[in-house]
């Protein structure tokens, strides 16, 4: 597949890989690509989030927010 790109993104790409973000050209595309991907599931998973949410399917934000802290003292006593 060739692809035309701008003579900016072109020049983006090329800092990326002189400055050894990224090993070549197709590397800093192909991070682009799962960046685009992620993002896409990302507002995917949100829309579930919504459409759960204006369901009446939410939990209480206090009931989350003491269930992190709870898993989080508790991953911090098994470190020491």
Do not use: C, W, Y
């Amino acid at each position: 597949m060739n692809i035309d790109l701008s003579a900016e993104d072109a020049a983006s790409i090329q800092r990326l890989v002189a400055t050894g973000e990224f090993k070549s050209p197709p590397e800093a595309v192909a991070a682009g690509i799962q960046l685009l991907l992620s993002r896409q599931q990302l507002r995917t998973d949100i829309q579930i989030g919504i459409d759960e949410l204006d369901a009446g399917n939410g939990i209480d934000g206090d009931r989350v927010f003491a269930e992190l802290r709870e898993h989080s003292r508790r991953s911090s006593d098994q470190a020491n």
